[in-house]
């Protein structure tokens, strides 16, 4: 799921994390888990986030297809194998507190599936926007309930969805491809906008689907978010979105 550059990564989410860590955001797993609804909207969490690195690592081999040259096919193969070691580390961590990882994934299935069905790229240039726009409107989300997480699960959402190091290998392709023709941006600005409609879509059926995740993102569990917060994240997702635009070259 990571395209995201190092500049990309969101000023928003050191924005959004307290300067010190107060409630559960101070507690380890071992105490936070200790709360039985908590515990559910974390296992919902990790699910979510399992799945759709499981998701990202079919799609990135399936789109090395498209690629133009050997070398950018070793390049998303190279981007696959992130995906799925950071799918095992949350597979690990679901069954190391004693959730059946598959089990944990099913709720988030549809989806997923859902939104990689009604957004599969035409071509190699379309699926390099998806991947890192697309994806990064997911990572930025993650970022900002992780920063309301116990130390022991914000450790590992922040982790798997690091920089796997290749936003700048996007942001090249599509900009010599813009160069050589600039037709090539007005129908990439178009689909760009389209996967930021589906993917704040899905974030949020995600999110209502779950009675857990919702319940803590809204304030009825640790240190959620009040409504009024929700609004801002949004609102930050939808800057970083407008700035990786801009990195591309294309409009938002």
Do not use: C
Request: no cysteine.
């Amino acid at each position: 799921m990571r395209f995201m550059t190092s500049s990309d990564k969101p000023e928003n989410a050191s924005e959004t994390a307290p300067a010190e860590h107060t409630g559960v955001a101070a507690q380890d797993w071992a105490t936070a888990s200790a709360d039985p609804q908590y515990r559910a909207a974390v296992v919902d969490l990790l699910g979510a986030l399992a799945y759709g690195e499981l998701a990202a690592f079919e799609r990135l081999a399936e789109d090395a297809k498209l690629a133009p040259t050997l070398e950018d096919k070793a390049e998303l193969a190279k981007m696959a194998s992130a995906e799925f070691h950071h799918f095992e580390r949350l597979r690990d961590r679901l069954a190391e507190i004693g959730e059946e990882p598959t089990q944990a994934m099913e709720p988030f299935v549809a989806a997923y599936d859902g939104f990689h069905k009604q957004t599969a790229p035409s071509d190699w240039l379309e699926g390099l926007v998806k991947a890192y726009v697309g994806d990064s409107i997911a990572s930025d989300f993650y970022r900002e309930v992780a920063a309301r997480l116990d130390s022991d699960s914000r450790g590992l959402v922040l982790a798997v969805l690091d920089d796997t190091g290749h936003g700048g290998f996007a942001v090249e392709k599509v900009r010599a491809a813009i160069d050589a023709d600039p037709r090539v941006g007005g129908r990439l600005a178009l689909w760009a906008r389209r996967l930021m409609g589906e993917a704040l879509s899905q974030s949020q059926r995600v999110v209502a689907d779950r009675d857990a995740l919702s319940t803590m993102l809204v304030g009825g569990v640790a240190d959620g978010f009040d409504l009024a917060e929700v609004g801002k994240m949004f609102s930050r997702i939808t800057e970083a979105h407008t700035k990786r635009m801009a990195a591309l070259g294309l409009a938002a």
